[in-house]
């Protein structure tokens, strides 16, 4: 069974503070990963994707990708108490067709004022 | 920004009743999903549609669930008998793309209640 885990979390950090979210996925196939963003009780949001090794950089949002260690990671600099929310790491699940996500738990994160 | 619509928001519904969730995926797109989250749990992936036949199917799609795209806008999600576990949100999606290219864009969901 093709895993994606994530730490449930919460994570808190203060306002202004960089949060460092992490993944690791047990794939070695897997080529692409996505950050989702997902307030409670609303829909999941696309932040960012990432398909190769090393950082890739949108705005506040950083992924970062090692496939030789199968972890993917997202940090948001500047935090806001509006990044409050659950993010939700995901991989297509290779070795089929190649239409389905697998979703990580998620984790927590909590911003302070 | 293009949206992906689904209807209704919020479905209540006896045990055995069926239920059709409806989508309208962006126009563009020409991969779609659905995707269900039992509450306090990971979203899981339920079936996608190409090129108006089923592409994938889990586990979880038996044969009491069927999509169908009945015209160039809609995307539906029938469930033929409901159970008290098929409580849950169900988000629809769509893609320009298959999983390894390209994100979904989610709908915002449909809390399925079966009591």
């Known amino acids: 069974q093709k895993e994606v885990e994530q730490n449930s979390g919460p994570l808190s950090v203060p306002e202004g503070a960089i949060a460092s979210l992490n993944c690791t996925y047990s794939?070695?196939?897997?080529?692409?990963f996505f950050w989702y963003r997902q307030y409670s009780g609303k829909s999941p949001e696309l932040i960012m994707s990432?398909?190769?090794?090393g950082d890739k950089e949108d705005g506040r949002f950083t992924a970062q990708l090692n496939k030789a260690s199968q972890y993917v990671s997202l940090l948001i600099r500047d935090s806001q108490p509006s990044d409050s929310a659950t993010y939700l790491c995901?991989?297509?699940?290779?070795?089929?067709?190649?239409?389905?996500?697998?979703f990580g738990k998620g984790t927590s994160l909590l911003v302070t004022p | 920004e293009p949206e992906v619509t689904q209807t209704p928001s919020h479905q209540v519904t006896q045990m055995g009743q069926e239920v059709i969730l409806r989508c309208v995926p962006i126009?563009?797109?020409?991969?779609f999903y659905w995707y269900r989250q039992i509450l306090g749990q990971k979203v899981e992936f339920l079936v996608s549609?190409?090129?108006?036949?089923?592409?994938?199917k889990s586990e979880i799609f038996d044969d009491q669930f069927s999509v169908e795209r009945p015209d160039g806008s809609n995307f539906t999600l029938k469930i033929r008998s409901t159970k008290l576990e098929d409580s849950a949100m169900y988000f629809c999606?769509?893609?320009?793309?298959?999983?390894?290219?390209?994100?979904?864009?989610f709908g915002s969901g449909t809390r399925l209640t079966v009591v």
């Open positions: 794939d070695r196939g897997s080529q692409s």
């Open positions: 549609f190409y090129n108006n036949e089923i592409s994938e």
């Open positions: 990432i398909y190769s090794n």
């Open positions: 126009s563009n797109h020409l991969y």
């Open positions: 995901a991989a297509p699940a290779t070795g089929n067709s190649g239409y389905a996500l697998n």
């Open positions: 999606a769509s893609s320009e793309g298959t999983a390894i290219g390209y994100g979904y864009t």
